[in-house]
């Protein structure tokens, strides 16, 4: 599908602040793909499609996961990360995309997981520190993000993390895989 009609049929999905957002994720997707030697258009890809469906009711995004067995589990904790695999699912069967890479970057791109392929870092990473965002410690990550890729993902996760204990919330598996599969990355084991 042409960009323009992609980013106009995306745009239609999501209250304009939201699209702000994710013109944010496209910048800064790009940005790190430049500096840590990922495909840019790649990133882009992922980033305009990564929200397509945050805002469709959640008994849709329910039905599209039960329906096309979309890691059900998910159907069990904080609708916050249904629509990463609903996104995918969209992505895939109503925006025509077939690279699994793009795909995984939109499915993981709110829980991230254990094994995160670099482009899946750079969109994950790019949600979280677009410029819209405004939390404390998140200028912290933007610098760190100059430096490792995988440093500053760690941090981010360790920031969802410990929001989500401080609001109670149950933490998706994934959410913590990632962030112990990073650790091993980090330190090499």
Do not use: C
Request: no cysteine; hydrophobic share 40%.
């Amino acid at each position: 599908m042409e960009r323009s009609l992609m980013i106009e049929k995306v745009k239609a999905e999501m209250p304009e602040r939201r699209w702000l957002h994710t013109e944010g994720v496209m910048a800064t997707a790009v940005a790190l793909s430049q500096r840590y030697g990922e495909d840019p258009r790649r990133a882009e890809l992922a980033a305009i499609l990564h929200d397509v469906a945050k805002y469709w009711p959640t008994e849709r995004q329910g039905s599209v996961i039960r329906d096309h067995q979309l890691s059900d589990d998910v159907l069990r904790y904080d609708k916050e990360l249904w629509h990463q695999y609903v996104g995918a699912w969209v992505a895939e069967q109503e925006f025509g995309v077939s690279d699994l890479g793009v795909l995984d970057a939109i499915r993981f791109h709110t829980s991230g997981r254990r094994g995160m392929s670099k482009l899946e870092k750079v969109v994950w990473l790019a949600d979280y520190i677009e410029p819209g965002r405004d939390f404390p410690g998140v200028n912290d990550i933007r610098a760190l993000s100059e430096e490792s890729l995988e440093r500053a993902v760690l941090a981010g996760l360790d920031g969802t993390i410990g929001f989500l204990i401080a609001k109670g919330k149950r933490i998706y598996p994934l959410t913590l895989e990632a962030r112990n599969g990073l650790i091993e990355e980090i330190r090499g084991n």
